[in-house]
């Protein structure tokens, strides 16, 4: 599992996290099918499911459920449909199965650290971490299969081995990959039990009234469009515990220049997290990021966030530092990496402005 959030059922996967591909697609496309038996006794369909999908979360296939994906005699169902014997529970998705075998491909690699065990790599903007929906080639998880091609111990294709946890496409930064099962199990624990240390650098929209503070709040789909993530009331099931920390790094009036230290590591937590307090980070076109939220009317303003969304058309998030301890030798491990062109070049012309 990476840092609990890998689904090894990719395909449910992709597609909940990116939605159908054509509103009321015409074809539909069997992926997974399974005859009830005879003496089946009545078991709600997502416990009966999370007994026959490997990998998969009850919480994934209740999200299918109500996507319509989940159906019991060609007919879709909620996740409480009682599952009777002879029942027939398949998967339907609006596009067909895909190959999803990690091909090497030679990509350039920024390694920060390797060793036997384990590398830590800096990841540039703009490439998938691993691939999914609409992205089979060109990702990280590629690269580092071409990497280490000559690793005996190291299969791309192999759940146990590789990312112990990921970042966005849009967000640079470093991450920790395995090399052994062994060196994954430890690793991915220590992302569970909260022992690991990662900092990142947002720019923001506004000013804090304080120097620091804490964010609490359940992240989970947004139920008013499932391509985004929100901070969902302390009773809704399906959200996760989420805690973000940050401190004010600079202060620019507009926006601001925080670091952020992450306690969980839930999908978009400090772009949600931030949203939700109302400070979105800057140019964050899924949030709302890329919208002048705070300054002046002018022309000359707009004229200037035209020219920083130019320089930095991505979300200004870093995953500047981490920190954890070897799975092997127990020395404790920590890693910086400097903040990129594209932010850098972005800070400094909101520095120049205030």
């Known amino acids: 599992m990476i840092n609990g959030e890998e689904?090894?059922?990719?395909?449910?996967?992709?597609?909940?996290?990116?939605?159908?591909q054509a509103e009321g697609a015409a074809q539909e496309f069997e992926h997974w099918r399974i005859t009830a038996d005879a003496g089946q006794s009545p078991l709600r369909v997502d416990k009966f499911l999370i007994d026959h999908?490997?990998?998969?979360?009850?919480?994934?296939?209740?999200?299918?459920?109500e996507?319509?994906?989940?159906?019991?005699?060609?007919?879709?169902?909620?996740?409480?449909?009682?599952?009777?014997?002879?029942?027939?529970?398949?998967?339907?998705?609006?596009?067909?199965?895909?190959?999803?075998?990690?091909?090497p491909e030679d990509i350039p690699l920024e390694i920060v650290y390797e060793d036997d065990a384990l590398l830590v790599v800096n990841k540039r903007a703009g490439m998938v971490v691993h691939p999914g929906c609409g992205n089979y080639s060109g990702t990280l998880i590629n690269a580092l299969a071409w990497h280490l091609k000559d690793d005996p111990r190291f299969d791309a294709n192999s759940p146990e081995v590789g990312l112990c946890h990921r970042i966005d496409k849009d967000t640079s930064g470093l991450l920790v990959v395995a090399k052994t099962p062994e060196a994954k199990t430890d690793l991915c624990r220590q992302f569970f039990v909260k022992s690991t240390k990662r900092e990142y650098l947002a720019l923001v929209w506004g000013n804090f009234t304080e120097?620091?503070?804490?964010?609490?709040?359940?992240?989970?789909?947004?139920?008013?469009?499932?391509?985004?993530?929100?901070?969902?009331?302390?009773?809704?099931?399906?959200?996760?515990?989420?805690?973000?920390?940050?401190?004010?790094?600079?202060?620019?009036?507009?926006?601001?220049?925080?670091?952020?230290?992450?306690?969980?590591?839930?999908?978009?937590?400090?772009?949600?997290?931030?949203?939700h307090i109302g400070h979105t980070l800057f140019a964050d076109e899924v949030y709302g990021g890329c919208e002048i939220l705070r300054g002046e009317k002018s022309a000359s303003y707009k004229a200037f966030i035209h020219n920083c969304l130019a320089l930095c058309p991505r979300q200004a998030l870093h995953a500047r530092t981490l920190g954890f301890r070897h799975p092997e030798t127990k020395e404790e491990m920590f890693f910086e990496c400097p903040v990129p062109e594209d932010m850098t070049q972005l800070i400094e012309k909101w520095r120049r402005k205030s």
């Open 67 to 103: 996507a319509g994906y989940i159906r019991v005699n060609d007919r879709p169902v909620k996740s409480n449909y009682k599952v009777k014997p002879l029942d027939v529970v398949t998967l339907v998705l609006d596009h067909p199965k895909r190959d999803w075998t990690i091909v």
């Open 211 to 275: 120097e620091e503070g804490r964010i609490e709040g359940n992240i989970g789909r947004d139920p008013r469009n499932r391509l985004l993530m929100t901070v969902l009331p302390p009773d809704n099931p399906t959200g996760k515990p989420a805690v973000t920390h940050w401190r004010v790094e600079e202060r620019f009036g507009p926006v601001t220049l925080v670091r952020c230290r992450l306690e969980t590591g839930r999908t978009h937590q400090i772009r949600v997290h931030m949203k």
């Open 53 to 65: 999908l490997a990998g998969t979360s009850r919480n994934r296939i209740q999200t299918a459920a």
């Open 7 to 20: 689904d090894i059922y990719d395909e449910l996967t992709d597609e909940l996290e990116d939605g159908p």
